[in-house]
């Protein structure tokens, strides 16, 4: 289905209920999609029309989503329980200057399942992403990759995690943009049972949080189901704290660049096993707060007073004598 160049006005949802529906645009800067409902409303609603089915190869590509008013929640995309799912040149903006409204409204939200692509994406809105629960199944986001992303959050996190959601083989790489808003990545779970695992975050850089309290990564699953194999990479820290984690497996944080002097940048205890980084750098003055943990070996400090080594790797373990730093 194709929108040519111009400017849609929409005020009610669009439902997209059947297999293999690709909503294609002239581009994100020629076909401009104005949403402006009279209530709680996603704007395109990807669903299957079947029962607890899963809805294959949906696509909406090359437009401008403009949410036109500022009263009601509103979500730019809703996917539920899809595969095969394309969004790529899309940018979600709205009166004045985000799309917004009610209690926070959402650019993307994703309810499940596996092999999402999302590409070259412009979200401006309250809340940019959120993950949420599958109705269907367990699978919450499997095989999907976020591949240069530009967001703006206003007041609320970039990316929004739900508690129970299971992740595995999830990417987010290309490059990745974050300005304002307060956690980059925030993440309390309290009910999942199964694990999540291989989680990557490449090139990602923070700029201008809104609260300097708020944390880059808050991954908090100590009430619930671990995380395996996370892995950190190329991250620009900004004013914002660092890293929190509880109930990790394996956790590498690799040529990271902590910039705040005055904040935390790694907050782990004994419920995090083995974790690794290499050749980063921690501003003079940041801090660390690091408990039940043994540390295996550590690089000199550099700059001496930096929270942490450039490289180091700690472990929960207690079955050897701790090293302290060179």
């Given at each position: ?35 402006t409902p ?7 609603k990807f ?248 540390l295996v ?30």
């Open positions: 289905i194709g929108f040519p160049t111009g400017d849609y006005l929409v005020t009610s949802q669009i439902l997209v209920s059947r297999d293999g529906v690709k909503l294609r645009g002239a581009g994100s800067r020629a076909t401009q999609i104005t949403f009279t209530g709680t409303a996603s704007l395109f669903q299957h029309a079947t029962a607890a089915t899963q809805l294959v190869q949906g696509e909406i590509s090359g437009v401008r989503l403009f949410g036109g008013e500022t009263t009601h929640t509103k979500t730019a995309i809703d996917a539920v329980d899809v595969n095969l799912f394309l969004v790529e040149d899309v940018a979600i903006i709205g009166t004045g200057g985000r799309w917004r409204g009610g209690s926070n409204s959402v650019g993307v939200r994703t309810r499940g399942r596996d092999y999402l692509t999302f590409r070259n994406v412009s979200n401006v809105a309250d809340i940019p992403w959120r993950i949420s629960l599958n109705p269907n199944n367990n699978i919450t986001l499997d095989h999907t990759n976020f591949n240069n992303i530009y967001n703006i959050a206003s007041g609320n996190p970039h990316w929004l995690i739900d508690t129970g959601c299971e992740l595995s083989n999830v990417t987010w790489d290309g490059y990745q943009s974050w300005v304002a808003g307060t956690h980059g990545v925030y993440w309390v779970d309290t009910t999942s049972t199964g694990i999540s695992y291989n989680i990557s975050f490449k090139n990602v850089r923070l700029e201008n949080g809104s609260d300097v309290n708020s944390w880059a990564f808050y991954i908090d699953k100590s009430t619930a189901a671990s995380i395996y194999l996370l892995q950190l990479e190329n991250i620009f820290f900004d004013a914002r704290k660092g890293v929190y984690l509880r109930n990790a497996f394996s956790t590498a944080i690799n040529q990271s660049f902590f910039f705040s002097s005055t904040n935390v940048a790694l907050d782990i205890d004994s419920t995090v096993q083995e974790i690794e980084a290499r050749d980063c750098f921690w501003q003079t003055g940041s801090t660390a707060n690091i408990s039940g943990q043994r070996y550590a690089t000199p400090k550099f700059p001496s007073t930096g929270a942490l080594p450039p490289s180091f790797r700690y472990t929960n373990s207690a079955n050897s004598v701790s090293l302290p730093f060179a």
